[in-house]
């Protein structure tokens, strides 16, 4: 019971308390953006930059196509289901089986998180980019300038 008053009133503090941090100078160094502080490896470079290449569309993702294994990574998979992304023009790769890749990816596109789309060599965006096309018709239209959908559906959504 002692603990109580003592814990409640450290709980009341300011949670930031700028004036103390901003003199410390562990703070400064923790709060430091270092980019690339694990620099790519030419190899993984290579790999990757071949893999983007692989095909005109290709989705890093957690998972195959057929089985996702996050949330993300299959609200993708059916986005591009739904913008009619022909299969001949489609690869995946698994960042779950290769943590070079897994890591590499991230460094390689300067983004945070998988899954990742790029559609002739150029990163489009995560999951949360590729909802937000979707949903305004973006997606859409660079799929049908890209020719990267089945033959009839870019006649379809013309209709």
């Known amino acids: 019971m002692l603990l ?8 009341r503090l300011p949670t930031r308390p700028s004036s103390l941090l901003s003199k410390n100078p562990l703070f400064s160094l923790l ?7 694990r620099p790519l490896s030419t190899t993984t470079h290579a790999a990757i930059t071949k893999a983007v290449s692989s095909a005109p569309v290709v989705l ?6 057929e089985t996702p294994q996050c949330g993300f990574s299959r609200a993708s998979i059916q986005i591009l289901g739904l913008q009619g992304v022909d299969p001949a023009k489609f690869t995946a790769f698994n960042v779950l089986e290769d943590e070079e890749l897994r890591q590499g990816i ?6 945070p998180t998988i899954p990742q789309l790029y559609v002739e060599k150029e990163f489009v965006g995560g999951c949360d980019i590729l909802m937000s096309m979707h949903q305004s018709g973006e ?14 559906e870019a006649e379809e959504g013309k209709a």
């Open 4 to 11: 109580r008053p003592a814990l409640s009133a450290s709980l």
């Open 31 to 37: 709060h430091t953006h270092i980019p690339n502080s």
């Open 60 to 65: 890093f993702m957690k998972g195959t196509p």
């Open 106 to 111: 991230k460094e390689f596109s300067d983004w």
């Open 139 to 152: 997606l859409g239209k660079l799929l049908e300038e890209k020719g990267v959908l089945v033959e009839g």
